[in-house]
Every structure is written in C-alpha cells, then in structure tokens.
C-alpha cells in the first residue's frame, strides 16, 4: 500500500454493495418511475444540476417527505441571493423526524467522559420532546421566537431542539467551551426569548464551572425570560449557584400529545453562526424545508443512511455537524452523541465507543484521523469494528498518508468518503459517491443538485487546476437570509460579490475531468480549525481589548499537506515586550473569551500589520504569502499604506515554505 500514491485506487465497492447502496435503489427508483436512465454517476449528477426542478421534486418523492400542504412548483425563481423553493407547501422538521414509529428501537446513544452509557427509545424520545415542548408553550414560547442552547452534545440539547422546532420557534446553539464574550456576540443579535443551558461540562478529565458564563448570559441577553438549566457537572445546590432557573426536570412533568406545528417550507428552523473578517458573527437562517430536503438527499444518497444505520459524529453544539447528526433521526436511524476529549484518556476512545454502539457509520474531523495515525494507533488490531461500514471525514482536507492509514489500521474493507461543504448551507458540496472506487487524496465527486465549478479570476471554469469553489445555481438549504440584514447587503457581500449572481464559497478546489475533486483549504481569511469556523474579528476583539496590545493579525495556515498551524501577529505598546508571561495571558484570554479551539500555535511580535491604503489589514494577501505563493502574485506594495511592513512577512514565508503548493 505504501507504493500507492495519489489518485490511485486504494478501495472498491463489490457489485453486491453497490447494488444494495442508497444511490443504487435512487437510480432505479428513477428509472422505473421516471422513464430516466444514466449510464453513470457524472451523467447522473449532471441531469442533477441542469434540471433542478425535477431533480428536486424526485428527492421529495423518493425520501416521502411529510407536509400537511403539498407545493406549488419546485423552483419560482432560480435568482441567487433570492431563490424560492417549494412554495406552497407546509411541513414540520420535527414531524419529519418523529411521525414514524420505531417501536423497540434506540433513538439516541448517548456516552461522556463522565457518563459510560445512557439509551433512549424512540417512544421515550418521542415522549420527552412532547413534555418540553408543552413546557415551552406555557412558558409563552410561540412559532417564531428564538430558543438558545448553551449547551453539549448531550440527549437534553437533541430533545430541546426537537422540542423547539415543533412549535416553529427557531433554534440557535453555542458549546459551553465557547468563552461568554463570543456566545453574547452571537445570540445578542437574534432576541432569544428562552436559554437553555448547563452548570458546566467535563473536558480532558476535568470539570469546568460555567455557571458565572450562565449568569452573564442572562444579564447581557435582556429578551431572555426564562433560563432551563440542565444539571451536568453538579446535580444538587443549582439554585445556589444561579438565580431565576428553571430546572431541566420541571418542564418533563406534565406529559402532553406531541403536536407540530405547520409551518412554510422557508419558515427559519435554526440560526447558524459563521464569520467573516469583520464585524460581528453572521446569523445565517435556514428554514425547515430545505434543511430537510437537503439533509435527507445527504445522507441517503450520499451517505448511504437507513434506518438500520447507527451513526456517529464526532462535534460540538457549534459545530454544524451536530446539525447534520440530527438527520439522522430522518432516517429513523440510531444517532450516537459523544461528550468530552477524543483523546480522553487515550485516543481510543472513539473507537471503543464505535465497537460498544456497533456504530455503522463514523464521522469525523480530519485532523483527528491525522492525530491517530501520528500516534501509532491501530483499530483493526484492538476493537471489533465488525459493523462499521463507512468513515466519513471533513472539516479540512485529508491527507494522502491518512488514506492509507485508515485501510491499513481502521479497517481493509470500509467506505472512507471525505467531504467539504460549509455551516453556510449546512451540508456537503463535494463528498462520498457509494458507487465509485476511492482514491487516495481526492474526493469521489460533487453533490447531487449542486452545480459546484471551479473558477479563475475572471469567472472561468476549470478543469484540472486549481480555483475558487463556485456554486453556480442555488440549493434549497442556502440561507434565507442572515439575521437583522433587512436589505441582504451582508448576505450579498458574503457570496456574492465577486461573480455577480454565483456564490463564492472561499475554498481552493480543482475538479479533474472524471469529476473527482481537492480541496486545498480557505482562499480568504476564515479561520478553520477541525472543521469549527471562526472569523478573524472575534479573535481581535479579545487579543486588541488586553492593554499591552495595539493591534494585531490572525493567519489561519490550514491547506491541504500541511495540516494546521494558527499564527498571531502583534503590535505591543511600546513599554511592553512579547515574553512568556504576555503569550501565556494572550492564549488565556482567547481560551476564555474565545474558545481553547482557537487558541495560537505561534504568536509573533510585529512592528506594523500590513494595511490597505484605506487602512484595511491585509489578511487574505498575507495568508496566501505565509502559505507559499509567489509575492509578486498575492501583494501590491504600490495599494499598500505600509509597505515596508512587508519585509518581516517575506522572511517568514521563506522559512515557513520549504516548497510551493501554488
């Protein structure tokens, strides 16, 4: 297998599995009800694209989805920002999730570092969800008001979610190892009405006391009216610690017939966060029905989901995997949530967890498959991963070594499907195809109903370079719109700015002519570590609050072959020097303001940061020299306020950059 090496074949599917795949029964679904025929995936996926609306209506019909009004027409208008799908039709993600009954059945799977196991059924879900949503009625909670979580990956954030959804409120989470500054900045701007929330949570073999972040919360979100705290850390002396609480076990103590209410397709679900180089964390809304469209078209036909499927991610209440962990439960499948540290107290955590559930399917970041391979670990020798059937991996580019690690010491005969797509859509542009082989280093082929190319400056397509990852028609779980942008110049300048009426997504791809892709990390200045997206803003508005501090600059080094390194740049008042003790108090107040994700790997003293003429730092220019471009390509001294600023970052591209990518 060493002798392998990139775009070679390192695993095929058997005839018997493709013609058991989820893609296999879609493709002969179409054609017996459709009179439609391809003679293979890329013929498949092009019908996809130039005919959306019967590509669509298909997925509707082929995953049953359940409305209480049937649509209009598939697509009114194609326009991008403003495309509208569906019109007409009324539905409900959570009827969606829980009108089917799966008597006997595990819903959710639940393990911590502190909670060996804890099973809910499907009628205990069911049940539970119909409870805190009576709750939440008589609280005064009605369709369209926020409900916030700060929360884990825990049973009561699923059940509290699902709980939201089914009355149309819509549904907004943080992860607790967010520090209190970043969630504020978060749910500030969308007027949550309820937060849900904990004392605290287990990381890494330690506890973590977030009730003062609890109690922030409710003094700085002033629409709140009602705070549910979940006992996690602490079971007793809670109303000791918090004022104003309701406990978590009040709102099960009526039960209730679980109800839903009907909602438009466009009706907001939930409320993503993803940032830009600016100002403050974009809102993106998402609505009900093109999350479940999208969500189902993921997962069974690119992910291959049944409802005999147990399905593990590895993520965060902040992260939009746990998003996409829920539909799961679409699936009528059985969704494992894990809590804690993967590599507590070792890394093998996971995989014992995926031995104990009999997990079928294991999603996971790529750096932690780099991480185990770094480490020496080796599954196959240890854990019985009988049931496992597929490894699905994203959040930043998997390495050619990590391919065959995974065949070598996970499993011979197993699917790994690497993906990239974004919190913007939340899903997948590029991922897994069931029915084709898998080569080292690239990704099987573009998503099914997303027109995905490759672009140059000018807006030409590529094919077999390198380019900006372009979506040049809409998808139904594209934003509806980022909260509080009354007239979408936000959402506008987002994606659309570049290529009038195409979405720029700010990821290098190149798409070779069998259709098979790379990612090679972010083209603009977004930070991405282990697939969680932070912008570049709410690092400086932590690092450039502290007194010794000026201003400073962030370079996430994130590509494909490099693996990941955070560099922070700073300018100190002049009385101060870059020491130990300045860096160890730098890296605390971004781990408690920020999250300990986004804490620097390196943190370097600067004279000046580079700036436009219009005093603009220059992060996208920096970041494409430290990443080893040429210099004459990626900066122009002569649009520059400082350009003797340069001089410093010249020199460490050089030492950072032994070859070049680009």
Same mark, same amino acid.
């Given at each position: 297998?060493?002798?392998?090496?990139?775009?070679?074949?390192?695993?095929?599917?058997?005839?018997?599995?493709?013609?058991?795949?989820?893609?296999?029964?879609?493709?002969?679904?179409?054609?017996?009800?459709?009179?439609?025929? #391809?003679?293979?995936?890329?013929?498949?996926?092009?019908?996809?694209?130039?005919? $959306?609306?019967?590509?669509? @209506?298909?997925?509707?019909?082929?995953?049953?989805?359940?409305?209480?009004?049937?649509?209009?027409?598939?697509? @009114?208008?194609?326009?991008?920002?403003?495309?509208?799908?569906?019109?007409?039709?009324?539905?409900?993600?959570?009827?969606?999730?829980?009108?089917?009954?799966?008597?006997?059945?595990? @819903?959710?799977?639940?393990?911590?570092?502190?909670?060996?196991?804890?099973?809910?059924?499907?009628?205990?879900?069911?049940?539970?969800?119909?409870?805190?949503?009576?709750?939440?009625?008589?609280?005064?909670?009605?369709?369209?008001?926020?409900?916030?979580?700060?929360?884990?990956?825990?049973?009561?954030?699923?059940?509290?979610?699902?709980?939201?959804?089914?009355?149309?409120?819509?549904?907004?989470?943080?992860?607790?190892?967010? =520090?209190?500054?970043?969630?504020?900045?978060?749910?500030?701007?969308?007027?949550?009405?309820?937060?849900?929330?904990?004392?605290?949570?287990?990381?890494?073999?330690?506890?973590?006391?977030?009730?003062?972040?609890? @109690?922030?919360?409710?003094?700085?979100?002033?629409?709140?009216?009602?705070?549910?705290?979940?006992?996690?850390?602490?079971?007793?002396?809670?109303?000791?610690?918090?004022?104003?609480?309701?406990?978590?076990?009040? $709102?099960?103590?009526?039960? &209730?017939?679980?109800?839903?209410?009907?909602?438009?397709?466009?009706?907001?679900?939930?409320?993503?966060?993803?940032?830009?180089?600016?100002?403050?964390?974009?809102?993106?809304?998402?609505?009900?029905?093109?999350?479940?469209?999208?969500?189902?078209?993921?997962?069974?036909l690119h992910q291959d989901m049944t409802s005999e499927d147990t399905v593990f991610?590895?993520?965060?209440?902040?992260?939009?995997?746990?998003?996409?962990?829920?539909a799961g439960l679409l699936n009528r499948a059985t969704i494992v949530l894990y809590?804690?540290?993967?590599?507590?107290?070792?890394?093998?955590?996971?995989?014992?967890?995926?031995?104990?559930?009999?997990?079928?399917?294991?999603?996971?970041?790529?750096?932690?498959?780099?991480?185990?391979?770094?480490?020496?670990?080796?599954?196959?020798?240890?854990?019985?991963?009988?049931?496992?059937? %597929?490894?699905? &991996?994203?959040?930043?580019?998997?390495?050619?070594?990590?391919?065959?690690?995974?065949?070598?010491?996970?499993?011979?005969?197993?699917? !790994?499907? %690497?993906?990239?797509? =974004?919190?913007?859509?939340?899903?997948?542009?590029?991922?897994?195809?069931?029915? $084709?082989?898998?080569?080292?280093?690239?990704?099987?082929?573009?998503? $099914? =109903?997303?027109?995905?190319?490759?672009?140059?400056?000018? =807006?030409?397509?590529?094919?077999?370079?390198?380019?900006?990852?372009?979506?040049?028609?809409?998808?139904?779980?594209?934003?509806?719109?980022?909260?509080?942008?009354?007239?979408?110049?936000?959402?506008?300048?987002?994606? #659309?700015?570049?290529?009038?009426?195409?979405?720029?997504?700010?990821?290098?791809?190149?798409?070779?002519?069998?259709?098979?892709?790379?990612?090679?990390?972010?083209?603009?200045?977004?930070?991405?570590?282990?697939?969680?997206?932070?912008?570049?803003?709410?690092?400086?508005?932590?690092?450039?609050?502290?007194?010794?501090?000026?201003?400073?600059?962030?370079?996430?080094?994130?590509?494909?072959?490099?693996?990941?390194?955070?560099?922070?740049?700073?300018? !100190?008042?002049?009385?101060?020097?870059?020491?130990?003790?300045?860096?160890?108090?730098?890296?605390?107040?971004?781990?408690?303001?920020?999250?300990?994700?986004?804490?620097?790997?390196?943190?370097?003293?600067?004279?000046?940061?580079?700036?436009?003429?219009?005093?603009?730092?220059?992060?996208?220019?920096?970041?494409?020299?430290?990443?080893?471009?040429?210099?004459?390509?990626?900066?122009?001294?002569?649009?520059?306020?400082?350009?003797?600023?340069?001089?410093?970052?010249?020199?460490?591209?050089?030492?950072?950059?032994?070859?070049?990518?680009?």
């Amino acid at each position: 297998m060493k002798s392998l090496t990139e775009g070679q074949i390192i695993w095929e599917p058997t005839q018997k599995r493709i013609e058991q795949t989820g893609l296999t029964h879609y493709a002969n679904w179409l054609k017996e009800k459709k009179g439609l025929e #391809f003679q293979d995936y890329q013929q498949l996926w092009k019908w996809s694209v130039d005919e $959306l609306e019967e590509f669509w @209506a298909s997925v509707w019909e082929f995953c049953e989805v359940i409305a209480t009004r049937p649509y209009d027409r598939v697509l @009114a208008d194609q326009t991008m920002p403003g495309a509208r799908w569906f019109e007409g039709s009324r539905l409900n993600y959570a009827e969606n999730a829980l009108s089917k009954e799966q008597e006997g059945k595990t @819903a959710i799977f639940f393990r911590s570092e502190h909670i060996v196991n804890q099973e809910i059924s499907w009628k205990a879900l069911k049940e539970k969800v119909a409870s805190v949503s009576h709750s939440l009625r008589k609280l005064g909670v009605k369709s369209g008001d926020r409900v916030v979580a700060y929360m884990p990956n825990i049973p009561e954030t699923v059940i509290a979610f699902l709980a939201t959804a089914s009355i149309g409120a819509i549904w907004s989470s943080c992860s607790p190892d967010f =520090g209190a500054k970043s969630v504020i900045d978060r749910f500030k701007q969308i007027e949550p009405v309820v937060l849900f929330a904990v004392d605290g949570y287990h990381y890494n073999g330690k506890s973590f006391d977030k009730t003062s972040v609890v @109690a922030q919360l409710q003094k700085e979100l002033i629409t709140v009216k009602h705070t549910v705290l979940v006992p996690y850390i602490d079971k007793e002396n809670l109303e000791q610690k918090i004022e104003n609480i309701i406990p978590w076990k009040t $709102l099960l103590i009526e039960s &209730s017939e679980l109800s839903f209410e009907s909602v438009a397709f466009d009706h907001p679900l939930w409320i993503l966060y993803s940032s830009g180089t600016t100002g403050m964390p974009k809102p993106i809304v998402q609505g009900h029905g093109g999350i479940i469209l999208e969500h189902l078209k993921a997962t069974r036909l690119h992910q291959d989901m049944t409802s005999e499927d147990t399905v593990f991610w590895f993520t965060t209440t902040g992260w939009m995997m746990w998003n996409l962990l829920m539909a799961g439960l679409l699936n009528r499948a059985t969704i494992v949530l894990y809590d804690g540290s993967p590599s507590y107290p070792d890394m093998d955590t996971l995989w014992k967890l995926a031995e104990d559930a009999g997990v079928t399917s294991f999603g996971t970041s790529a750096p932690f498959l780099t991480s185990s391979m770094k480490l020496g670990i080796k599954p196959i020798e240890t854990y019985d991963l009988s049931k496992l059937k %597929s490894l699905f &991996s994203t959040g930043a580019p998997l390495s050619s070594d990590a391919y065959k690690w995974v065949y070598e010491h996970v499993k011979k005969d197993i699917w !790994l499907s %690497s993906s990239s797509g =974004g919190t913007d859509v939340c899903s997948g542009f590029v991922g897994g195809v069931s029915i $084709l082989p898998v080569r080292i280093g690239e990704i099987q082929g573009r998503s $099914l =109903g997303v027109h995905v190319e490759a672009f140059d400056e000018q =807006g030409n397509s590529l094919v077999n370079d390198v380019g900006e990852l372009v979506i040049t028609k809409p998808m139904p779980s594209m934003p509806l719109y980022f909260w509080n942008d009354h007239d979408g110049a936000r959402y506008f300048d987002s994606y #659309f700015d570049t290529y009038p009426g195409i979405w720029k997504h700010g990821d290098w791809i190149k798409i070779d002519d069998r259709g098979s892709c790379i990612i090679y990390g972010r083209s603009d200045s977004t930070i991405n570590r282990s697939g969680v997206r932070m912008g570049t803003s709410d690092i400086y508005r932590v690092v450039e609050a502290m007194d010794e501090v000026m201003e400073s600059l962030v370079i996430d080094r994130e590509v494909l072959g490099r693996g990941s390194s955070l560099l922070l740049f700073v300018v !100190l008042k002049r009385e101060n020097t870059l020491d130990s003790n300045l860096m160890t108090k730098i890296k605390n107040e971004i781990r408690e303001h920020v999250s300990p994700r986004f804490i620097p790997d390196e943190i370097y003293l600067v004279n000046q940061i580079p700036k436009t003429l219009n005093g603009k730092k220059m992060e996208v220019p920096i970041r494409k020299l430290l990443l080893g471009f040429e210099f004459d390509k990626v900066v122009n001294p002569d649009s520059m306020s400082n350009p003797e600023s340069l001089s410093f970052f010249k020199q460490l591209a050089i030492e950072l950059n032994e070859e070049r990518i680009f």
